[in-house]
Every structure is written in C-alpha cells, then in structure tokens.
T-cell receptor, first 115, second 115 residues
C-alpha cells in the first residue's frame, strides 16, 4: 500500500532564507508525485508535479522539487522564501496503475516565514 | 479562472442527524472526488465519481456515506447518521479526467462539526 511521510510538522524560517520541506513515500508500483499548498481558509492548490522525465521539477511561486527514486523522496525547495509563502504544504502520490487519479496525502508541513 | 465551490463553509450538526455537503465542480470536468481532513491528521481520500457512478472508494466510505450528482452541476456528499468522529474538513475536487496529467482542483472545504 502507498504511504506518504512528511517528516516535519512545522518548519520556521526567516524571510529570504532557503527552505526544504521533506517528503518520503513508499509504494510497490510506479507513482506520480505532487506538492499542494493550502493558504489559510482556502483549498488545496497544486504547486508542482512529477510524472516522468527530468527529476527536477519547477512549480509556481519559485518552488522546485527533486524526485529521488533510490531514496523514495520528493523534497520541496525554495532558495528564498517570502512572508506570503506561509502556508500548509502537502506532499501527495498517485499510483501509476490507478485509473481514478486518487491522491494519497502526507500529514502536511506548516511553513512559518518570519520577518 | 474557474474554481470548485463548496457550501456551506461551516456546518454544525447534532450527532445522529443527516448532513449534505454540496460542491459545484468546474463545468467541463468529468471526475469528482471527496476528501476529508480530521483536525491534525492527513487529508484522506473518500471517494471518486465518474459517469454517474462511484469509480473508487476508501474503507472510510461506508454505508453511512453516499454521493450524488443530482442535477448535472452539483456534486453532493451525504452522511446519513453523523457520528462525533465525522467532524472534519471535507474537500471536494474535480478534474477533466482521471489521469494524473489533469490535476485535481480543490474547493475551499466545508468544516463539519458534530455535537
């Protein structure tokens, strides 16, 4: 069965500092990987996705993530964060054989950007 | 940009009562989903719906739950006899297809509180 682990529940960081949010997954089949962001009182918004090809994926708002198959990881990074990046971030996987596209989510990481 | 809308934003219901959560997916989307997030826990898949029938459901989605697309625009989740443990944020999502190439678009959620 698939599972997603986000190792950090909260990540405090100062504005303009770099940040990495960690995500590890387990699956016995091929997977597709996603990062979603949830701003306060809003729904989940897709940041980026890895389907195939280059393991470095660039998304919106200056975020990027790298797929590492050997380490079963898909960590999210941003070289310089802004106050507006303060939000909840969710890593998710979808099984390659699924024909419904259901998403399996991690428990989320709260990014707190301080001035 | 078209978006998924959910009503109400907050629903308070007595235990044992029926509740209906409503969603209006994006108009040209064909796949619809419900997820829930109990406070402090992961976002969990409940059910996917395509062509007027359930295409996949999780173990959480037992006989107390049902989904319906009553009029071609709304997509509803009904809980027949609510329990305290049904208290959660419920998210509706839709996508153009069930493949990962078409991302799921999420609504802002309905917070369900069971008293």
């Amino acid at each position: 069965a698939q599972s997603v682990t986000q190792l950090d529940s909260q990540v405090p960081v100062f504005e303009e500092a770099p940040v990495e949010l960690r995500c590890n997954y387990s699956s016995s089949v091929s997977v597709y990987l996603f990062w979603y962001v949830q701003y306060p009182n809003q729904g989940l918004q897709l940041l980026l996705k890895y389907l195939s090809g280059s393991t470095l994926v660039k998304g919106i708002n200056g975020f990027e993530a790298e797929f590492n198959k050997s380490q079963t990881s898909f960590h999210l990074r941003k070289p310089s964060v802004h106050i507006s990046d303060t939000a909840e971030y969710f890593c998710a996987v979808s099984e390659g054989s699924s024909n419904t596209g259901k998403l399996i989510f991690g428990q989320g990481t709260t990014l707190q950007v301080k001035p | 940009e078209p978006e998924v809308t959910q009503t109400p934003s907050h629903q308070v219901t007595q235990m044992g009562q029926e509740v209906i959560l409503r969603c209006v997916p994006i108009s040209n989307h064909l796949y619809f989903y419900w997820y829930r997030q109990i406070l402090g826990q992961k976002v969990e898949f409940l059910v996917s719906f395509y062509n007027n029938e359930i295409s996949e459901k999780s173990e959480i989605f037992d006989d107390q739950f049902s989904v319906e697309r009553p009029d071609g625009s709304n997509f509803t989740l009904k809980i027949r006899s609510t329990k305290l443990e049904d208290s959660a944020m419920y998210f509706c999502a839709s996508s153009q297809s069930g493949t990962v190439n078409q991302p799921q678009h999420f609504g802002d959620g309905t917070r369900l509180s069971i008293l």
